[in-house]
C-alpha cells in the first residue's frame, strides 16, 4: 500500500504539518498562558464558531474513521445511532448543564462534583476514573487506529510514525494551552470535513448514489470458492459473511447483538450523557467561550456537524464492503490473519482502502492529512484536559499550597507523563484484537460511566442530593460496573468457528442493558441514601444547580460592542489601589501585589472575589503566588520558562489574582432577547432533524 503514495501527496501533508504547527506556535505567542484561565480555559474568550468546530475535532478522532467505517462495513447503518444522539445530547450541555457549570465557576467536573457535594471523596475518584478512561480507552483506540491507517497506506514503521505524531502534539498542547488547541482543531475540521466530503463524493459516484449503497451491500457477499482457492483457507458456516438482514435500520429489535432499541434509549443514552455533559474534554471546550450565548451557538454548530460522519464516515465504510468484499468479509480466522493480522475480523481495513483506491493522486495525501488532522486533535484534547483534571483536582487536592507557576508547570510536565505513557501503551495496542476496536471502547464506557451520569443529573436538578447518597451510589455502581467489565475481559467471544460455551448471562445480556441497570441502581442508591440523611447546606445547591441558575437575577452588560465580555469599566472601579494589573484574553482584570523575596508570608492585597465564585481549593490555588528571585539565572531557564507560559517580571515574580465576581458570572449568563430567540429556533431545528434522521434511517 506504501507504493500508492506519490511525492506530491507526501509534500502535502508536510505542508499540512508546517500550517498545524505555525498557528499553534501562534496562538502560544499571542495567548495568555501565564494563568490557569488562559491555560486551562482559554481566558474564557473563544467564539462559538472555534469552540464548535473544536467540539466536533474534538470527539470525532481516528478511531471514528477507523472503526465508525469497519462497523459501517460489518452491520450497515447501526453505528449512525450515536452520531444522531449526540445532536441531542449536545443541546442538552448548552442549554442546561452549562449555565450551571458557569454560574458555579467551575475549572473542572471533579471541581464541579466537590462543589455541589462538599468533601473531597467524589472529586479524587471521579479525577482517576477521568484519567483512567482517557489513558486506556481513548488514548490506546486513537493510537492503534491512526497507526493502522499510517502502516496501511504509507507503509511508515509503526512505532516511529506514533512517536512523532504524539510528541508533536504534546508540543502544541504544552506550549500554547487551550488557545492553541482550539485554533488548531478550527483548522483541522475545515480539512478533515472537506476531505471526508471529497471521498464520499467519489466513491458515491463509484456504486450509483445512496440507492445504489443500499442494493449492492446487501449483495456484497464475499465469494467463498474463490478465496479457498487462493490459499489454504477454511470456511465454516458460523462464521458470518452475509450482510445482517436488518443493516439498513438504525434502531433495531429488542434481541439485536448490535443497537437493540430499549437498550440504546434507556442505557447508552446514560453513557453518552456521560460523554457529551460531564467528560472534560468536551465540557472544558464550552467553558472556553465567552459567555452562554455563544456556549449554546457552539453545542448547536457541533450538533449539526454530527449529521456528517453518518454520510462522511458509516456510509463510505459501507461501500468499501462493496468493493472489497472479499478481503473486509474474511470468511474464517485464517483468512482474516493473511489479510490483516487480526483473526477477529478486518472490517477496520474499509476506510484505508477506499481512500488508496478511490482517491487520486494529492487527494490521498489530503486524507493522509485527515488522518493525522482526527489523531492529532483528539490527542492534543485528551493531554490538556488530562492535565487539567490531574493538575487542579489531583495535584492542588495533595499539595494545597502549590502556587499558581507550580501548578502551571505541573500541567506541562504530565502532559509530557502522558506521552510517555501512551508510547509504552503502542505494544499492547499492535496486540488488541482490530476487528473490536470500537466496540471496546463503547463497552468499557457503558460499563464505568452510567454512575456517573446518575451523579451529575441528580446533582443538577435534584437540590435534595447530598454527598453521602452521591458517594454510596458512585461506589456501588462503579463496583458492579468494575465486576461486570472484569467478566467481559475474562469470557470472551470465541472464534468464529468453535462453539461459545461463555456463560449465558455473557451471551444473552447485552452490555447497554448492562449500563441500564447500572443507572438506574444508581440513581436508587443515591436517591434512598441521600433522603436516610440530612440535606445539603443552602450554599452548596444555590450556584451548583440547574434551580439555582433560573432563579438568579441575570445584569445585561451595558456597552453594545461588549455584549458578549465583561467590559473593562466594569472592573475599573473595583480594582483595590495599588495593584498592579494585566488583562486576561477573557477581559478580567488579573491582579497581583509586590511579594517581598524576603519575606513569603506575606499575603497580597484583598480582592473583591467573593466565596460563591470559586471554591476553596482555587482560591487558595490562586491567591498563593511563588515569591522568588530570578536574578542570576541562565538563558536557557528563562528561555524555558518563556515556553512553558511562565512570566518573568524585572524584579521578582508576582503571584496574581483573578478578579470575576458574582456581577461578571451575571453577564458571561446574560443572552439578549435576540439572541436568545434565535438560539431557541435553532435548538427545534437541532432537534426536529435529529429525529427527522433516526425516523429516516430506521424505516
Known sequence: MGSGMETVDVVVVALYFVLVLAIGFFAMWKS???????????????????????????????????????????????????????????????????????????????????????????????????????????????????????????????????????????????????????????????????????????????????????????????????????????YSP??????????????????????????????????????????????????????????????????????????????????????????????????????????????????PRLVMAVMPVGLRGLMMAVMIAALMSDLDSIFNSASTIFTLDIYKTARGEASQRELLITGRLFVVLMVAISIAWVPVIVEMQGGQTYLYIQEVAGYLTPPIAALFLLGVFWKRCNEKGAFCGAMTGFALGVTRLILAFAYRRPRCDQPDDRPAFIVKIHYMYVATGLFWITCLVVVVVSLCTPPPDEEQVRTTTFWGVRNMKVVPTEEKRDTYRLTEK????????NVNEEKSLDGVYVASTDCDPETPGTETSPVTTPPERLDSATVEMIRKGSCHRIGGKSRFVRLLEWFCGCKEEARSSKPSVMQEDARVIAERLHEPPQIKTLLNVGLLINCCLAISMYIYFSL
Open 238 to 351: 458460523s462464521c458470518r459473511i452475509d450482510p445482517k438482514p436488518n443493516a439498513l435500520r438504525l434502531l433495531r429489535g429488542p434481541l439485536d447483538e448490535d443497537i437493540p432499541w430499549p437498550g440504546f434509549l434507556l442505557g447508552q443514552t446514560p453513557a453518552s450523557i456521560w460523554y457529551w455533559c460531564a467528560d472534560q474534554v468536551i465540557v472544558q471546550r464550552v467553558l472556553a467561550a465567552k459567555n452562554l450565548a455563544h456556549a449554546k451557538g457552539s453545542t448547536l454548530m457541533a450538533g449539526l456537524l454530527k449529521i456528517l460522519p453518518m454520510f462522511l464516515i458509516v456510509i463510505p465504510g459501507m461501500i468499501s464492503r462493496i468493493m472489497f468484499v472479499d478481503e473486509l468479509a474474511c470468511i474464517g480466522p485464517e483468512h482474516c490473519i493473511s489479510v490483516c493480522g487480526s483473526q477477529a475480523g478486518c472490517s477496520n481495513l474499509a476506510y
Open 32 to 234: 495568555n498562558r501565564s494563568t490557569v484561565s488562559g491555560y486551562f480555559l482559554a481566558g474564557r474568550s473563544m467564539t462559538w464558531i472555534v469552540v464548535g468546530a473544536s467540539l466536533f475535532v474534538s470527539n470525532i478522532g481516528s478511531e471514528h474513521f477507523i472503526g465508525l467505517a469497519g462497523s459501517g462495513a460489518a452491520s450497515g447503518y447501526a453505528v449512525g445511532a450515536w452520531e444522531f444522539n449526540a445532536l441531542l445530547l449536545l443541546q442538552l450541555l448548552g442549554w442546561v448543564f452549562v449555565p450551571v457549570y458557569i454560574h458555579s465557576g467551575v475549572y473542572t467536573m471533579p471541581e464541579y462534583l466537590s462543589k455541589r457535594f462538599g468533601g473531597n471523596r467524589l472529586k479524587v475518584y471521579f479525577a482517576f476514573l477521568s484519567l483512567l478512561l482517557y489513558i486506556f480507552t481513548k488514548l490506546s483506540v486513537d493510537l492503534f487506529a491512526g497507526a493502522l491507517f499510517i502502516q496501511e497506506s504509507l507503509g511508515w514503521n509503526l512505532y516511529v510514525s506514533i512517536f512523532l505524531l504524539i510528541s508533536m502534539t504534546a508540543l502544541l498542547t504544552v506550549t500554547g494551552g487551550l488557545v492553541a488547541v482550539l485554533y488548531t482543531d478550527s483548522l483541522q475540521a475545515v480539512l478533515m470535513v472537506c476531505g471526508a466530503l471529497t471521498l464520499s463524493i467519489l466513491s458515491l459516484l463509484k456504486v450509483g448514489g445512496l440507492e445504489g449503497v443500499r442494493t449492492k451491500y446487501m449483495q456484497a457477499v464475499p465469494n467463498v470458492t474463490a478465496i479457498m482457492a487462493t490459499g489454504n483457507f477454511t
Open 570 to 577: 466594569s472592573l475599573e472601579e473595583e480594582r483595590p489601589l
